[in-house]
């Protein structure tokens, strides 16, 4: 069975400052895909940064980036420059290649960026 | 281009009664998923349509079931209702196929809100 854990429940951040949300997982797969969502007080959830396990190099998109480590089973997302329209719940996500469709969801981590 | 839309919004029903949500999926995205996310129990894989065909399902009891219409449209229906099933529930779609480029992530809705008295 595959796990997700995110061991942070909540994360305050100063505008302009970074926040780094941790998430692990537990799998026997070897190829699979990770995902960061963000879940915002209108409860839409919007697809933020994507990483295929094959590729060794950290997704990056705008402020957002991951720092992947597979043989530590290890996914974070660094927030750079944190805005208040980042206020809002992230989930990390796994799903296998070979059985894809069924995303696992993390607990989830409250973000709230202050002024 | 229009996301993923869900209906309706709200949804309030008695115990033992029956629900049905609605889910129009990106034009083009063939797969469409449901999961509930219940206060306390984060979000739970539902079921995964494709092509009409549920292709997985999660732990849930086969009250809850479904199905995909030929316009990939997809409905959520909830036989008996428990109090328990109060939650929002979240449709997601994507494109059918690894090896469509990216096939394999979901955009979700914006959400129903079920309410069970």
């Known amino acids: 069975a595959q796990t997700v854990t995110q061991s942070q429940p909540e994360m305050s951040v100063q505008e302009a400052e970074t926040v780094t949300l941790s998430c692990t997982y537990d799998?026997?797969?070897?190829?699979?895909?990770l995902f960061w969502y963000k879940q915002p007080p209108s409860r839409q959830m919007i697809l933020v940064i994507r990483q295929e396990a094959y590729k060794q190099q950290n997704a990056t998109e705008n402020r957002f980036s991951v720092n992947f480590q597979k043989a530590a089973k290890s996914f974070s997302l660094k927030i750079s420059d944190s805005q208040l329209g980042d206020t809002a719940m992230y989930f990390c996500a796994f799903t296998p290649t070979d059985s894809w469709g069924k995303l696992q969801f993390g607990a989830g981590t409250q973000v709230v960026v202050t002024p | 281009e229009a996301g993923v839309t869900q209906s309706p919004t709200h949804l309030i029903k008695t115990r033992g009664q029956q629900a049905t949500l609605r889910c129009s999926p990106i034009s083009g995205h063939t797969s469409v998923y449901w999961y509930q996310q219940a206060l306390g129990l984060g979000l739970q894989f539902l079921l995964w349509y494709d092509e009409g065909e549920e292709r997985n399902r999660g732990n849930f009891p086969p009250r809850f079931s479904g199905r995909q219409f030929p316009n990939y449209s997809s409905e959520l229906n909830v036989n008996a209702l428990e109090l328990e099933d109060s939650a929002l529930y979240l449709c997601?779609?994507?494109?059918?196929?690894?090896?469509?480029?990216?096939?394999?992530?979901?955009?979700f809705g914006p959400g129903t809100r079920l309410t069970v008295t």
């Open positions: 799998t026997s797969e070897s190829n699979y895909y």
């Open positions: 997601a779609s994507s494109l059918a196929g690894q090896s469509v480029p990216r096939g394999y992530e979901q955009y």
